[in-house]
């Protein structure tokens, strides 16, 4: 099986959608971000911090390019990996890109609980972090879109909707997959 890429704005559940994919369908997952700190034995944090955001986006790249490789994976992505290069492209051209998407209000209230994991919005307070997810959205949303298909991610928040939500992907993409 080719792979499927997870793409979508941090917090959408590419995560935890890919994981419980991956258990349903018998492949392997791959968090695209877990995945570069284990090869770099380095934290995202530490990275962004070390080589600045474009030698991030560099490291990036070369990782989505050596996962793209594989078969029978699950990868989700970091929010920010189909904005940068060719990386959209690739993985539409490597295997099945889905959007995964969610609305603001669960994206806010998702991030605001974890947000001190995340570079990117650390040191935001509420009303910051609204605005940044509404502007940075508007941003990457264009590069979203370019996934083949799209999903939605808002039901992801217990075990339930979880399992109701790994069928209903099954359901829509096993057929373009050659799995039931």
Same mark, same amino acid.
């Given at each position: 099986?080719?792979?499927?890429f997870l793409?979508?704005?941090m917090?959408s559940g590419?995560?935890?959608?890919?994981r419980?994919l991956s258990r349903?369908m018998?492949?392997?997952?791959?968090?695209?971000?877990?995945?570069? +700190?284990? =090869?770099?034995?380095r934290?995202? !944090?530490?990275?962004? /911090?070390e &080589?600045?955001?474009a030698?991030?986006? %560099?490291?990036?790249?070369?990782?989505?390019?050596?996962?793209?490789?594989?078969?029978?994976?699950v990868?989700?992505?970091?929010?920010?990996?189909?904005?940068y290069?060719d990386?959209?492209?690739?993985m539409?051209?490597?295997g099945l890109?889905?959007?995964l998407?969610?609305? +603001?209000? =669960?994206?806010f209230?998702?991030? !605001?609980?974890?947000r /001190?994991? &995340?570079?990117?919005?650390?040191?935001? %307070?509420?009303d910051?972090?609204?605005r940044?997810?509404g502007?940075?959205?508007?941003t990457r949303?264009?590069?979203?879109?370019?996934?083949?298909?799209r999903?939605c991610?808002d039901?992801?928040?217990?075990?339930e909707?979880?399992s109701?939500?790994?069928?209903?992907?099954?359901?829509?993409?096993?057929?373009?997959l050659?799995?039931?």
């Amino acid at each position: 099986m080719r792979p499927i890429f997870l793409i979508g704005y941090m917090g959408s559940g590419k995560t935890t959608l890919g994981r419980a994919l991956s258990r349903r369908m018998g492949v392997g997952f791959i968090d695209l971000d877990h995945y570069i +700190e284990g =090869r770099f034995m380095r934290t995202i !944090a530490q990275l962004w /911090s070390e &080589r600045g955001e474009a030698g991030f986006r %560099d490291v990036e790249r070369r990782m989505l390019h050596e996962v793209a490789d594989m078969e029978d994976v699950v990868v989700a992505c970091g929010g920010g990996t189909p904005c940068y290069f060719d990386n959209v492209d690739h993985m539409n051209e490597r295997g099945l890109t889905v959007f995964l998407e969610a609305s +603001e209000s =669960r994206l806010f209230a998702r991030l !605001a609980i974890n947000r /001190s994991r &995340r570079p990117l919005i650390t040191d935001l %307070d509420d009303d910051g972090l609204l605005r940044f997810i509404g502007e940075s959205l508007a941003t990457r949303l264009p590069h979203y879109q370019r996934a083949q298909h799209r999903f939605c991610g808002d039901r992801l928040e217990d075990a339930e909707q979880i399992s109701e939500t790994v069928e209903r992907f099954v359901a829509e993409f096993g057929p373009l997959l050659g799995n039931k």
